[in-house]
Nanobody, 126 residues
Framework: QVQLVESGGGLVQPGGSLRLSCAAS????????MGWFRQAPGQEREFVAA????????YYADSVRGRFTISRDNAWNALYLQMNSLNVEDTGVYYC???????????????????WGQGTQVTVSS
């Protein structure tokens, strides 16, 4: 099991930027993939971005591609999400997730991740 703690959320104006961080501890050596998800009020949790061990390929939701960048440290102890050109539709609670066995086809699927952080609130408003 991996313990995840997110930080870096806050209030930002449209067009602004935020950098989210996720600190991972526990059995991080077993992590196969890590990702970011978000949940807006009254909506289901949705995929934002993910990265898989053994490859430099990153995966993004269409709504954030070109604006958000996911990255990690070499030891898989930290995950980051650089968010630029934020708009009001990006508002929500952002969650970090990790899984030791997830396959490539399921990396965008919320239900396939075993470990989750508590979330950090991102509010985009003028």
């Amino acid at each position: 099991q991996v313990q995840l703690v997110e930080s870096g959320g806050g209030l930002v104006q449209p067009g602004g930027s935020l950098r989210l961080s996720c600190a991972a501890s526990g059995r991080t050596s077993s992590t196969r993939a890590m990702g970011w998800f978000r949940q807006a009020p009254g909506q289901e949790r949705e995929f934002v971005a993910a990265v898989r061990r053994g490859t430099s390929v990153t995966y993004y939701a269409d709504s954030v591609r070109g604006r958000f960048t996911i990255s990690r440290d070499n030891a898989w102890n930290a995950l980051y999400l650089q968010m630029n050109s934020l708009n009001v539709e990006d508002t929500g609670v952002y969650y970090c997730a990790a899984d030791p066995t997830i396959i490539l086809a399921n990396m965008r699927n919320t239900r396939e991740y075993a470990d989750w952080g508590q979330g950090t609130q991102v509010t985009v408003s003028s």
